[in-house]
């Protein structure tokens, strides 16, 4: 392959991953009716892009959950089941508070060198801040599981990842602005903070909080986002295609 045929292709993924980053949000933010498909024509016609770059990000999106496909065919936008998100957020609030609840009974010490790992990521964040994007939600469920298997229960922490994919779709209405980001980070340091220092205790208190006010956040925008989807108006003029 020459240079030319190198730059043409890296600049249609470059194109390709931010059509998909583009309306990813714009979905996540509920910015598309529900009953309305998502013509891959208009989209292109909104976006200024070829159909190809919004055929794959169609398909990327169905895998994430944010679309689905009709069986007469077409992608539509999602609705998450509020009811069944908020069971599975608070198997995930039993599952963490038990890995440290567990080692506060037991007496048994979190692994001190991941403890260690996690405070130095989670403080470079703090200095380097991530750009607010729904894939945070990716460094934050690392972050959980990364926890969890401190307390040297590997199988818990499978668990929890489990439970996280389930939810990812809706976790990543948290991580739209930089003030929850750089909320998540510190509270994430105070966790570890406690732990590290053996505060059991303050551990499991700074956890359950944490655990609250992401699933308050989490659910109030996707609730939010589904309201919006229900009441907006079209998004494209004429027929979609």
């Avoid at 009974?105 to 801040?129: C, N, P, S, V």
């Amino acid at each position: 392959m020459n240079e030319s045929q190198q730059t043409d292709r890296s600049g249609r993924r470059s194109r390709s991953n931010t059509v998909y980053a583009e309306l990813r949000r714009a979905l996540m933010l509920g910015e598309y009716p529900l009953i309305e498909r998502l013509g891959e024509v208009k989209l292109a016609e909104q976006f200024g892009a070829s159909r190809t770059p919004i055929r794959e990000a169609l398909m990327r999106l169905e895998s994430e959950g944010l679309v689905h496909r009709r069986p007469e065919g077409g992608f539509y936008p999602s609705s998450p089941n509020l009811a069944d998100i908020r069971d599975l957020y608070e198997l995930r609030r039993i599952i963490e508070l038990g890995t440290l609840q567990r080692a506060a009974e037991t007496g048994h010490a979190h692994d001190a060198q991941a403890m260690a790992g996690l405070r130095d990521e989670w403080e470079a964040m703090l200095t380097a801040m991530p750009e607010p994007e729904p894939d945070f939600v990716l460094l934050d469920e690392d972050f959980h599981v990364g926890l969890a298997g401190a307390s040297g229960n590997d199988a818990v922490a499978r668990q929890l990842q489990l439970v996280n994919e389930r939810i990812r779709v809706v976790r990543m209405q948290e991580f739209l602005d930089s003030e929850r980001i750089e909320k998540t980070i510190r509270q994430h340091l105070g966790i570890v903070a406690a732990v590290i220092s053996g505060d059991s205790s303050g551990a499991v208190a700074l956890l359950a909080a944490h655990l609250d006010e992401a699933r308050q956040q989490a659910t109030l925008r996707a609730a939010a986002a589904v309201e919006r989807m229900m009441t907006v108006g079209s998004v494209f003029s004429g027929n979609v295609r």
